[in-house]
């Protein structure tokens, strides 16, 4: 994106890409804010698509698809239990977790509001945006880091929508900060974290969706990441 105008074919095509990782993480930022409902698990399992070359990230796809197909009202409660106890420690003390609070995994006594909250927070309010209010947990949550990243993402497919110079320069920013949240936030914690949830959802060694989730998820934000510093 380095060229001062781009070509309507490549616009059409940069929008296309941006809508695409717009609409996984806002997918993802989903998963993580709340409990699995019979409409998420039907859009996964039938609705949602996503090309990829990737062998790692089709087949935790495949896996979270599968895990939801036909899935029935009892299927969805054990997920529930599942949330709960994962990712806010509900159920047996001896059980393990995945708190999904960059804070915790990067905060010298592993706790949450430290520096990384401080920190998003900030960003947050540079790029003029807010947490949803009716989402009570802080802004270092990983459902709002995601969601971050697809707002992001919408607005460079707005700017590449107007067809002008300027606005293509407008986009190419909003890379830059989309990689620079990356690297400054998401890169520092989630392999990690995910490779703890993994552990977590799948005590037994069974494969579930939030283990594949946790694969899904780290493919994903890394291979989202090499593909920004591809198109800078």
């Given at each position: 994106m380095s060229e001062s105008t781009l070509t309507p074919e490549l616009r059409r095509s940069l929008a296309d890409?941006?809508?695409?990782?717009?609409?996984?993480y806002r997918l993802l930022s989903r998963c993580y804010r709340?409990?699995?409902?019979?409409?998420?698990?039907?859009?996964i399992a039938e609705e949602f698509s996503l090309e990829t070359d990737d062998d790692a990230l089709a087949a935790?796809?495949?896996?979270?698809?599968?895990?939801?197909?036909?899935?029935?009202?009892?299927?969805?409660?054990?997920?529930?239990?599942?949330?709960?106890?994962?990712?806010?420690?509900?159920?047996?003390?001896?059980?393990?977790?995945?708190?999904?609070?960059?804070?915790?995994?990067?905060s010298d006594r592993g706790i949450m509001m430290q520096e990384a909250y401080t920190q998003v927070a900030r960003t947050y309010r540079e790029q003029a945006l807010a947490k949803d209010a009716s989402f009570t947990e802080p802004e270092d949550h990983l459902a709002v880091e995601l969601a971050f990243m697809a707002t992001l993402a919408d607005r460079a497919v707005a700017f590449l929508g107007t067809g002008d110079g300027a606005a293509?320069?407008?986009a190419e920013e909003t890379v830059r900060q989309s990689l620079a949240f990356a690297r400054a936030h998401l890169l520092n914690w989630?392999?990690?974290?995910?490779?703890?949830?993994?552990?977590?959802?799948?005590?037994?060694?069974?494969?579930?969706?939030?283990?594949?989730?946790?694969?899904?998820?780290?493919?994903?934000?890394?291979?989202?990441?090499?593909?920004?510093?591809?198109?800078?």
């Open positions: 890409v941006m809508e695409s990782r717009a609409n996984v709340s409990e699995m409902d019979a409409v998420l698990a039907r859009e935790s796809l495949g896996a979270m698809r599968a895990s939801l197909a036909g899935i029935d009202e009892s299927g969805l409660e054990m997920l529930a239990v599942t949330f709960d106890r994962v990712f806010f420690g509900m159920g047996p003390l001896t059980a393990r977790h995945a708190f999904p609070y960059e804070s915790v995994y990067t293509d320069k407008a989630i392999d990690c974290f995910c490779a703890e949830l993994e552990t977590a959802a799948a005590p037994d060694g069974e494969e579930g969706f939030y283990a594949a989730l946790a694969r899904f998820t780290a493919a994903f934000v890394a291979g989202d990441a090499a593909l920004l510093e591809e198109m800078l």
